[in-house]
């Protein structure tokens, strides 16, 4: 099964548009686990558990890991949700970009070492720091596009003037992913629920593609104007909350809690669909 045909199943068994995003932050585990990095994967897995039949897609994002010595446990934990939640992709946050030669070390860790079936990318250094990961048959790419963040601005919003039409960059890396760089249908799309107006942009730009949207819960943005600008029977969206489920509660329920949360936002989600 593809990335792209994982994501449809899992859209429709779960009824989802929702990704549950995977940020532990060490301090703010609850209870007896908080300031304790060794306990990152027992969290994670309590969260997984209680979400495995709401999302639509977990997104683990390897700072929160990394920067705690913490890789062991994402390899751990992915073979968690294989087993808890095999229908279920992983979508690995990594943001990475570099030549061709580190790229391909990339894509390994990516999607041998950690078993993802999709990962995050910067577009900034071209074709050739894309193409690497698009040799792993069957494996997803997200290119960061129009991010959720103001800083984004300073660059995504800027025009191109010797692309044709003078697109802003995030247009012509949208049109790109939907076009020539998506050579086995592959790509996909960042943009913020922050941008409710530029994820409708980039949705007439990319119809097909399946668009990542952070953004919504703790950053704020706007759920239902995020569906409707981004909805597409055969365009998949992937609306991902971290913190607003992983710390719902900070008490002994937390997972009940973080459930409840999943809940809530699947449902807002899927009450804006269009008709
Ligand atoms: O444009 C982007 C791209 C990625 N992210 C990542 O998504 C989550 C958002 O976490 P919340 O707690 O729901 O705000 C986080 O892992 C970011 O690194 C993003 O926010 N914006």
Redesign the pocket.
Known sequence: MTFLEMLQDAQQRNASMLCV?L?PEPKRLPGAMQGDPSRIHEFCARIVEATADLAIAF?P?I??FAAHRAEAQLEQLVAHIRRVAPHVPVIL?A?RGDIGSTAEQYAIEAFERYDADAV?LSPFMGFDSVQPYLRHPGKGAFL?CR???PG?DDLQNQRLGSVDGNPLLYEHVARLAQGPWNLNGQLGL???ATYPNEIERVRALAPTLPL?I??????GGDAVATVRAGWRPDGPIVV?????I?YASSGADFADAARAEALRTRAVLAAARPA
Not at 240 to 244: L, M
């Open positions: 995003g940020d997104k994002q700072a929160y946050d943001k995050t960061l991010t959720s963040n984004g960042v943009v913020g990542l952070p953004g919504v819960g703790a950053q991902n909350s971290s913190r607003a992983l």
